[in-house]
């Protein structure tokens, strides 16, 4: 067990802004691997991956003075949102046309198929599988609770590029999730 869970987690931001490298360690050992799956929402190269979850080591422990303790569990959720904004300066530096604009409207929600029988790991494969700009506002939209206003904005894309795109997204992992139960059930 960590030494920082907890009620310790307040001492731990303290040990971070003093620049313990103690503390930089068990801070990577506690949230690296939930960290790297936030990046992983976005970025589906290894290599690219690796290159931006240094990128949020470093942001995080230079800006861990701007941090503001909220209590149990705030740590994790401002790490997270760096990562992921992280994630999306990178994705925004490689140019690539990565956003589909589109003038048809699409409505706002697909409907979402149960997940009961689906393990999370397959999930999150297929999730990895989407185009780049799907996956981003997917991930955006749906774990960083970001509006579509919201998104437009922070990728520099129209309203309904965002709203298309989670559209579009919804369908791809739907057919994914169908396929697989179908191959679940012919397997049996």
Same mark, same amino acid.
């Given at each position: ?9 307040? *001492? ?37 991956? &690796? ?52 003038? *048809? ?64 997204? &919804?369908?791809?992992?739907?057919? &994914? ?12």
């Amino acid at each position: 067990m960590s030494f920082f869970t907890g009620d310790r987690e307040k *001492q731990l931001v303290k040990l971070l802004r003093s620049g313990d490298h103690a503390a930089m360690k068990e801070f990577y050992s506690l949230y690296g691997g939930f960290l790297t799956a936030v990046c992983n929402r976005y970025i589906a190269n290894d290599e690219d991956m &690796k290159d931006v979850m240094q990128d949020v080591m470093i942001c995080i422990f230079t800006h861990i003075k701007d941090f503001e303790y909220r209590g149990k569990g705030s740590l994790k959720a401002w790490a997270s949102r760096v990562t992921a904004n992280e994630s999306l300066h990178f994705l925004r530096a490689q140019k690539k046309d990565r956003f589909t604009e589109l003038s *048809q409207d699409f409505p706002e929600e697909a409907d979402d198929p149960p997940l009961d029988d689906v393990p999370p790991e397959v999930i999150q494969e297929f999730i990895t599988e989407l185009p780049p700009g799907y996956r981003t506002v997917f991930n955006l939209y749906v774990f960083q609770d970001y509006s579509h206003e919201e998104i437009a904005q922070k990728l520099g894309i129209k309203r309904d590029s965002s709203a298309s795109q989670l559209h579009r997204a &919804k369908n791809i992992l739907a057919k &994914k999730i169908n396929e697989y139960r179908k191959n679940k059930i012919q397997s049996r």
